[in-house]
């Protein structure tokens, strides 16, 4: 985080979900996980312009609103509510924050949840850090499952809706290419196209004890990593699967799916061969919709 007084500057990271099992369904409708979670350096910026009166979000990109739907007003209003029932003094009333969108919008790889997480770790450095990280973990989880992640910024395993986090012990170095293939997935349909009873393979080793990697990753392709929200995702949304298909066959390895889509990921041990990979696809997809991105995996910046 930078700044002065009346100005914040932060980075808000993405996040891969290297594996991803749904292991339960609540009365309440919610699916329960068991994912391993990990930042990654593709960033949104965001710039918090302290004073005046009220919050308001300000993004060119079209699928991002500017109302106090979008998280991140949502995250500020909650900050000073809860700051203001305990007596604590802000140094300001309201505020302008601005979302410089690089993270592709319902592509599984958390913009929303990084935005609103990183304005309320900034707001609490502006007022004197008068919340703890576990504090603003809990209000984070008011506004979304994969907030506390953002907000504790480190790999982790996630069990429960996603938000019981185990963190996760050092990853080797890791780099990704990442590819939007255009398309908005809602999470809510392709959860709810999932077949639960089908598509359940309890074969998974569940590590809740250790902070350890259940498998190895000294090796290029990912092809231990699975995820159960993918076929449901790419029955929606056609253009996810033969996405993929292209990319494996463009890049000789195995390709997976972020989250509820529609972002896909291959892995790769060094940054030089990522690299290759990188500019291979950039060739290939210059218009037609899709985008690419290179980003080293377990860290918020290269």
């Not at 900034?122 to 703890?132: D, E, F, I, K």
């Not at 569940?206 to 995820?227: I, Q, R, V, W, Y």
């Not at 290939?284 to 860290?299: D, I, M, N």
Request: net charge negative.
């Amino acid at each position: 985080m930078a700044g002065s007084a009346g100005r914040v500057s932060l980075i808000s990271p993405a996040k891969l979900n290297l594996f991803l099992y749904v292991t339960g369904k609540r009365d309440n409708g919610f699916h329960e996980l068991y994912s391993l979670m990990v930042p990654v350096s593709l960033s949104d910026r965001l710039v918090i312009e302290l004073g005046g009166h009220g919050i308001r979000a300000v993004c060119e990109h079209p699928g991002v609103p500017e109302d106090k739907s979008n998280l991140v007003c949502r995250a500020a209003e909650r900050f000073m509510d809860v700051c203001r029932s305990r007596g604590i003094n802000l140094p300001f009333e309201g505020m302008r924050i601005i979302i410089e969108k690089n993270i592709p919008v319902g592509g599984g790889l958390g913009g929303g949840s990084s935005n609103a997480a990183s304005v309320l770790t900034g707001l609490n450095r502006v007022a004197g850090s008068p919340l703890t990280g576990t504090e603003l973990e809990q209000m984070g989880l008011a506004l979304g499952a994969d907030v506390p992640f953002f907000i504790s910024g480190r790999p982790a395993f996630a069990t429960g809706v996603g938000e019981i986090l185990q963190p996760c012990g050092d990853l080797p170095e890791i780099w990704a290419v990442i590819v939007s293939p255009g398309v908005f997935s809602s999470t809510v349909d392709v959860f709810k196209k999932l077949e639960f009873g089908l598509t359940f393979q309890p074969d998974y080793i569940m590590n809740t004890g250790s902070n350890a990697l259940p498998f190895d990753f000294g090796f290029d392709g990912g092809g231990e990593l699975h995820n159960d929200l993918e076929d449901p995702a790419c029955k929606l949304y056609p253009e996810i699967g033969s996405t993929k298909k292209e990319m494996e066959l463009l890049l000789q390895r195995k390709v997976h799916m972020s989250g509820s889509g529609s972002s896909l990921f291959a892995l790769y041990s060094g940054g030089e061969a990522a690299g290759a990979g990188y500019r291979l696809l950039s060739s290939r997809f210059p218009e037609s919709g899709k985008k690419v991105f290179l980003a080293r995996v377990g860290q918020a910046t290269i």
